[in-house]
């Protein structure tokens, strides 16, 4: 099979371009040029970084949910947020994005506040991380994590810090109404359709990337 050059530059494009957390600061810069290299955007569940990484940066975040801030290179994704407690944890169990969301156009998304699920055992001085994690028209995963202290005096961004690029905006993918004993048939045609609606999207992104 014979793969067209447009397609090959299109994926290594693609490769490239990948997201970064801006706030709270993601654990290691995995967008930075000069990068270590045995981490990937790829690996699950925080692109390689270890959780115990010194150079880590570690903010405080309100203990009702602070802010989130990230730099999106793609022309839309799915964005999924997720948390775990604890100074070093791999089981990022509490989603903050339920559903996950769909993200439209490449720049700065700012999110003021992430609300946090109601009964989240966290006090001052608990610590936790957010895994951020993007799929993107082909259906890969791309993760980084942030680090963060919860803290009774911190505060979210100031609203002239988190803004949010023209063009960018989000929107909650909507699960459908399940019915009793169609359930599960509904279930999987809905995964088909998103699935369909993702791979529609290729072309229209290979070719954006490469212009
Ligand atoms: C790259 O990361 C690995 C794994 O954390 C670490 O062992 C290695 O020392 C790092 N290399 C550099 C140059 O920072
Ligand atoms: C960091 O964690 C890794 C595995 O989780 C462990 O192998 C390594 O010894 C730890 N490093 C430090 C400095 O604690
Ligand atoms: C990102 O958006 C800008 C316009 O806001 C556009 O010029 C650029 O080509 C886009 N880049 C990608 C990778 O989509
Ligand atoms: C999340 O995982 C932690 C530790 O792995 C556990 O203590 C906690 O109960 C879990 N919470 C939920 C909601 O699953
Ligand atoms: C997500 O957004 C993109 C771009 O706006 C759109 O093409 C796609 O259909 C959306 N996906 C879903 C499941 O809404
Ligand atoms: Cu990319």
Known sequence: MIIPAFLLLGVAQLAQAHFGVDYPPMRYNTLGSSK??????????????????????????????????????????YLFINLGLGPDVSNFNYTLTAPFWNVTGNGTLCVPKLALPA?????????????????????????NCADVTFRAGAKELDAGKCETSAGVSYAPVVAPVVEGPKSGAEARGVGVGVLAGVMGVTVAMVFGMGV
Not at 48 to 74: C, F, K, M
């Open 36 to 77: 270590n290299t045995t981490y990937s955007q790829y690996t699950n569940p925080c692109a390689g970084v270890p959780g115990n990484l010194s150079t880590a940066p570690r903010t405080d975040w309100p203990l009702t949910g602070g802010s989130l801030q990230l730099d999106l290179h793609h022309h839309w994704t």
């Open 119 to 143: 009964d989240l055992p966290v006090r001052d001085g608990s610590r936790g991380s957010i895994q951020v994690v993007t799929v993107g028209d082909d259906g890969s995963a791309l993760y």
